[in-house]
């Protein structure tokens, strides 16, 4: 939590120090898209909202750097049916994700602008819960908070998940006067199963995002 203070405050002291003209804040929303990949990979896909802060810094003609903070939901979740019972499986992973982007933007005309991106990001996990359910209800005993070392109802030790999440991000998008419309692919590189005896787990998600640059 006080790297990601430390951040925040590094952004806006940028923010307030910059006198750039082009200089610009921008407010986001979107739709993620998640899935588990690596070894982990018969989850499908999980939807959540995600939303955060940018801060564009111009760097040269064309060239921007772009910082962000977000609220990130990630994950999957799964189903199967054996001897006729139906077994639900969900993984749920929140986190504060700051990605740090080089953006290339070309001028269409004075009112829309096609842009380009990439960069690493880093993420701190927050919250998170995995579950299962047999016929529609929830097993109490598979419940467990991930990010937390500790014990499930049943008593078993938690398979915990790291907190720390790292990969890169690339994505496209229009600005039409002050608005943004673009699409991402967030591509985890860190496996972030803590029990090595299992799978490798990676993150993966697409995202479709909306906002508002001041």
Wanted: proline content about 3%; hydrophobic content about 35%; glycine content about 12%.
């Amino acid at each position: 939590m006080k790297k990601i203070l430390l951040i925040v405050a590094v952004l806006f002291f940028a923010a307030n120090l910059s006198k750039a003209q082009d200089f610009t804040i921008g407010a986001r929303v979107g739709m993620n898209v998640a899935n588990i990949g690596g070894d982990y990979d018969d989850g499908d896909a999980k939807l959540g909202l995600k939303a955060g802060i940018v801060a564009t810094f111009p760097l040269a003609d064309n060239i921007y750097l772009e910082p962000g903070l977000y609220f990130s939901p990630k994950g999957s979740k799964g189903e199967s049916i054996d001897g006729g019972v139906t077994y639900k499986s969900f993984c749920n992973l929140n986190y504060v994700e700051i990605p740090i982007n080089g953006v290339y933007k070309y001028e269409i005309n004075s009112n829309l602008t096609v842009r380009g991106h990439v960069g690493p990001y880093f993420a701190f996990g927050i919250l998170g819960k995995s579950k299962e359910k047999i016929d529609g209800k929830v097993d109490k005993d598979s419940k467990v908070k991930n990010f937390n070392d500790g014990h499930n109802k049943a008593g078993r030790p938690n398979k915990d998940y790291s907190k720390f999440d790292f990969g890169f991000d690339f994505g496209a998008g229009i600005e039409f006067s002050v608005c943004y419309l673009g699409v991402q692919y967030d591509l985890g590189v860190i496996d972030f199963n803590r029990n090595r005896s299992d799978n490798k787990m990676r993150n993966g998600v697409f995202s479709v995002d909306f906002g508002v640059n001041f």
